[in-house]
DNA sequence: GAGCTGGATGTTTACGTAAACATTATTGTT
DNA sequence: AACAATAATGTTTACGTAAACATCCAGCTC
């Protein structure tokens, strides 16, 4: 077809082309263009024509210079591998679809500050009129770090001092309820392998786990510590199963498989003698040997609200600092029972 | 700060402003701004200094229209909750911004023809140069779905028929090389635990299962099917529990997670009773019980050879139809023996 | 049929940037 | 000291679009 031709000629087809195609002006092309009233339905099919055989197609930097806006919006975040970051952003493309926004993936290179740095230097190139952070550790240092101003943020899972809005599970109810699940099953005491330290939402979990504990007048064992890894969770595991733990709550699921592993390994059964609830609620999580007893995330609502939040800002162009929790929920499976 | 204040005025900081308080051109500006020569030291110090005060960002739209580029690739993909998406979405990612390329992510809301649609519809309005299609399913039928005539695209897993880059990961290979290994290890036959039948990938494995052990002359078993989910893999994994069988190939990791609960639930041991091997070679793999024989998919090269494709047709203003096949590599582990 | 109304269409302009070209200052050479 | 040669900076223009304003013409009122 000679359309494909046409199209691949040095400078892409632009309004005026189809306007000198369709014998009409270059502002009546742009009023079908964008559907606009005023245009007679014999000259919309002319230039619609026109626009079909030159394969027009809108240039949307004009578009945006004009409108002054991308309808996109930027989110910056570590790594895809961790479900909650995926599930997060997942939540918020779609709710972005539903407004008519693009998303614009700003991934960091590495979790240093010097990573996090170029991603925000980056920025300031991109064709975004908001952004999300996705933020799992302390890196968002207001000191070397800072939003380009003006530019409307919102902030998944950090400090809430930093001036900017941040959305958050609700990671210290969560981990209460975890904990406060087992000791009402007549556990002693309940064991916890935490995330690393570097993370703000594995440290509130400890946070909880301990006060939790205290509140109850538990003994606190020691804490163990995996990268949330299923890997580093057996290694934890292995420890446990040396341990005189008859409970443990694990920050999240993947470390959970890992402790359930080498439960398995040294013959200790789940949840006879060990009981054990994790955090997420990953789709697997039903499937493991036994099904997991865990907390569920929301990250669809999470998702949800830093988009609303965020459109919110730049719309009345306002700044909304503050914490905004979403709820957790239980979700008792087998791995789970009754203290011997 | 009353910079603060500044900049939340009604109209965006340009270069003229800059340039006015500077007391330069707004061509000095713009030579500061993206860093080019002939500005004397001091003068670009001024000029920073301009910047800063009035909070300057370049407006990318601008930047774009001058250009004739965003910078800026798309990514369509159905789902973000299979890691082979997830995986390959990161290097893509990963490899963008080595370029110094942004990505947009395109979510197809339904996997239907009209969701499909939709997005490609909405690419007309995105500020994207080229794009990367990463579809899981047949829906990308040239009838219905064409793109924007002059986009430059590459296909992850599809056919190669389209007329557009397809890269894959060699599913068949792959498959081939799972069901070689437990036919190895002495087994009389290998079952097969089988993607949706509207996936490609799992029909290509499956096809590579068939005609493996039909070139060794072996029985082929009922195929059984999942829908990928470790709950689907349960469900196949009691069937196969009452099925007069020692070894099994699993179409993806997760359902092989839920064929090792099912074993488990059943007395069944893998490997003493039942050889088992995934495919994706997920993180969590190491930890099931046993740790899973599984292909590996680089996920990281498919991610990396999509952008440089997609780059290279853009550079030439080329087309390259075909198909470009990544191999895989079986990892074994503990869930597969010799057959008793 | 003159004057008016309003819908259809055309013309001008500005959005912010950067390439191309033009001008001015500075330095080195004879 | 006059003059290139070069470096630093300024001016003009175009990128493709859409808002604002201008024009034209058919159909209507009186």
């Known amino acids: 077809m000679s359309r494909q031709h046409l199209v691949r000629e040095d400078r892409r087809v632009s309004m005026s082309d189809v306007a000198r195609l369709a014998g009409v002006s270059a502002q009546t092309v742009s009023r079908v263009s964008n559907g606009n009233p005023g245009v007679i339905e014999s000259t919309r099919q002319q230039v619609i024509e026109a626009m079909d055989e030159l394969g027009y197609r809108p240039n949307s930097a004009a578009r945006a210079l004009k409108r002054g806006s991308f309808r996109t919006l930027g989110v910056i975040l570590f790594t895809l591998s961790?479900?909650?970051?995926?599930?997060?952003?997942?939540?918020?493309?779609?709710?972005?679809?539903?407004?008519?926004?693009?998303?614009?993936?700003?991934?960091?290179?590495?979790?240093?500050?010097?990573?996090?740095?170029?991603?925000?230097?980056?920025?300031?190139?991109?064709?975004?009129?908001?952004?999300?952070?996705?933020?799992?550790v302390h890196l968002l240092d207001a000191a070397t770090v800072s939003l380009p101003p003006g530019v409307h943020a919102v902030v998944v899972d950090s400090d809430a001092s930093d001036g900017y809005s941040v959305i958050d599970t609700d990671q210290a109810d969560g981990a209460q309820k975890a904990v406060e699940h087992l000791l009402d099953l007549g556990h002693e005491t309940v064991w916890h392998v935490a995330g690393p330290s570097a993370s703000f939402a594995s440290e509130r979990r400890v946070n909880a786990w301990r006060s939790t504990l205290a509140a109850r007048d538990c003994v606190e064992p020691p804490l163990l510590r995996g990268d949330w890894s299923a890997d580093s969770g057996y290694v934890a595991g292995l420890t446990l199963a040396e341990a005189n733990c008859t409970a443990v709550f694990v920050a999240n699921d993947q470390m959970a498989l890992g402790v359930l592993r080498a439960f398995h390994e040294k013959g200790i059964r789940v949840p006879q003698d060990v009981s054990i609830v994790g955090f997420d609620d990953i789709p697997d999580s039903t499937a493991f040997s036994p099904p997991l007893t865990t907390v569920h995330q929301?990250?669809?609502?999470?998702?949800?609200?830093?988009?609303?939040?965020?459109?919110?800002?730049?719309?009345?162009?306002?700044?909304?600092?503050?914490?905004?929790?979403?709820?957790?929920?239980?979700?008792?499976?087998?791995?789970?029972?009754?203290s011997a």
Do not use: H, W
């Not at 952003?89 to 240093?112: F, G, H, K, N, Q």
């Open 298 to 338: 929301d990250f669809a609502e999470v998702g949800r609200r830093c988009v609303d939040k965020v459109l919110k800002q730049m719309r009345e162009n306002s700044t909304e600092p503050g914490l905004d929790l979403v709820p957790t929920r239980l979700v008792v499976r087998e791995s789970t029972a009754r």
């Open 82 to 136: 961790t479900t909650g970051n995926v599930r997060t952003l997942e939540a918020i493309a779609a709710r972005a679809a539903e407004e008519d926004y693009a998303i614009t993936l700003i991934p960091v290179s590495a979790p240093t500050q010097a990573g996090v740095r170029g991603a925000f230097s980056r920025l300031n190139e991109l064709a975004v009129d908001a952004i999300i952070v996705i933020m799992e």
